[in-house]
């Protein structure tokens, strides 16, 4: 074979190859990270939509409204809130079974359920919005308990209509429910009341403020109301961590919110990590028109959490210091994107998201570079830098302006005491904490190699100097 046909054929297969690969990762919206300088810039796709399910396709009526989705075990659970229905399906997306009524002779049924746990000890908890209960089943489905609401003064005047829920080891039990301001209502595995955990501050625009300090009685009673803002869904971490999304008020919705989605720690306080780029609040420098509202979040064993949001269909993911990782998603109609986005859950590597108008699941898939990000991160998350940095080196190859990747690299250099390779990293990677630190120890090591062979010449220097004036002198002296 010539030359030229050679080159020829292996041209032929390059251009094949990236056809190949452009197809594999073609999608329907954006995809984008933001940069140190806030700027949205182009990313390689991290999930892919591989298929899109309707009751059809698991083998029952079709949806009416889904509320909620769960994932244990391989085993997913949905909530039909239209059809007052949970369906639970194996991992290849095969009805195991479907509930609609339950209970002595089957007398039982839910009414518009909103959300559903599943814990580690099989419990299946139900939010059963509309009879204002919580239902625990446990992995046949039989009625464990039913929660109604809970005497005590604390929520003696107030709706109980529990939307979300999330369980911990200890199997108390956190209620998000409507019209509750004063936080997250967290009951004892009985349903007794224990208190209300991680309630929401107050925000307060200063000009009203003032106002309200100046005006009169009349005037402050025409005045809005401060009320906290209103917690819309909840996940929870194995170490008992509470994930909380949080319904914006009047105010927050007229700028930025803030702290849309906490940690809250058993204290109550929140404690998540905000030390990326730019904070955990979804899209930024969009206007309050497309300002992000997230609907639901999940998080994972290895401290990585998504967010989903309802304005622009988004999926925003972080890790556990609150670095952005990746975005995908978006409104429409194709594949991949979503008319009324209400739910999403992790399957395996897998990312599944509810459409509450199409009543579809749309489910995605990592490319190699989201399984790189996502394998980069685990070992990160628990101490593996150099395993954590081969993968973020696979990252950098497919995307040279993947900003972590650089990070990564250079914390596995830092704790090998490669200081000057680090900052090279640090420094590709906008990291300016980590530079500092990377460059002060470097600093301190050239100083540590050369001082001694430095101060030496120094001295010797100087001894010579002596020296040369002493017999300078004595050859004086004999003239």
């Known amino acids: ?54 009751g059809a396709d698991i083998g029952v009526e079709p949806f009416v409204e889904l509320s909620d989705v769960a994932v244990l075990d391989g085993k997913i659970y949905l909530v039909d809130a239209g059809s007052n229905r ?23 049924s839910f009414n518009k359920p909103q959300g559903i746990f599943i814990s580690q000890k099989d419990k299946i908890y139900v939010a059963d919005s509309g009879n204002e209960r919580i239902l625990i089943f446990d992995e046949n489905f039989d009625v464990i308990h039913e929660i109604r609401k809970p005497p005590s003064s604390f929520l003696e005047d107030l709706p109980f209509v529990p939307t979300k829920l999330a369980v911990d080891k200890a199997d108390r039990i956190y209620v998000i429910a409507k019209g509750i301001y004063e936080g997250i209502i967290e009951l004892d595995s009985g349903g007794a009341f224990n208190r209300f955990t991680g309630v929401n501050k107050v925000s307060v625009n200063p000009v009203d403020y003032f106002w309200k300090v100046i005006g009169t009685q009349k005037q402050k009673e025409q005045m809005a109301l401060y009320i906290p803002t209103e917690f819309r869904n909840i996940d929870i971490d194995p170490t008992g961590f509470l994930y909380t999304i949080s319904l914006p008020n009047k105010e927050e919705l007229k700028t930025i919110t803030k702290d849309p989605i906490k940690r809250i720690n058993p204290k109550g306080e929140d404690v998540l990590r905000r030390e990326g780029y730019v904070g955990v609040v979804g899209d930024i420098h969009v206007g309050t028109e497309k300002m992000t509202s997230f609907v639901d979040v999940v998080v994972d064993d290895s401290g990585r959490y998504s967010g989903l949001d309802a304005t622009r269909g988004r999926i925003f993911t972080y890790d556990d210091d609150g670095n952005l990782l990746y975005i995908f998603g978006g409104l429409g109609n194709q594949m991949g994107t979503f008319t009324r986005p209400v739910a999403l859950a992790y399957h395996g590597q897998d990312i599944l998201v509810m459409d509450g108008t199409s009543n579809t699941i749309t489910v995605f898939e990592p490319t190699a570079f989201g399984l790189h990000v996502n394998a980069a991160t ?21 995307d040279t302006n993947y900003d972590l990747a650089y990070v990564g690299i250079g914390k596995a250099l830092y704790r090998n005491k490669q200081y000057k390779e680090a900052c090279y990293y640090f420094k590709q990677g906008s990291q300016k904490e980590y530079y500092g630190m ?10 540590r190699r050369w001082f001694g062979p430095v101060m030496t010449l120094v001295i010797l220097g100087i001894l010579l100097g002596l020296l040369w004036r002493l017999f300078k002198r004595r050859g004086s002296r004999q003239c």
């Open 438 to 447: 990377a460059y002060q120890k470097y600093r301190k090591e050239v100083l």
């Open 86 to 108: 949970v369906i639970i399906c194996d991992h290849q997306w095969q009805m195991v079974k479907e509930i609609k009524t339950f209970g002595k002779d089957g007398g039982d």
């Open 378 to 398: 685990r070992h990160q998350y628990v101490g593996n830098y150099e395993e954590a940095a081969s993968y973020w080196e696979k990252v950098n190859a497919l």
């Open 1 to 54: 074979m010539s030359r030229a046909k050679k080159a020829m054929l292996a041209f032929s297969m390059m251009f094949l190859l990236f056809i190949t690969t452009m197809e594999a990762y073609a999608t329907t919206y954006d995809t984008y990270i933001y940069s140190f300088w806030g700027r949205a810039m182009p990313s390689t796709a991290a999930y892919t939509p591989s298929r899109i399910l309707r």
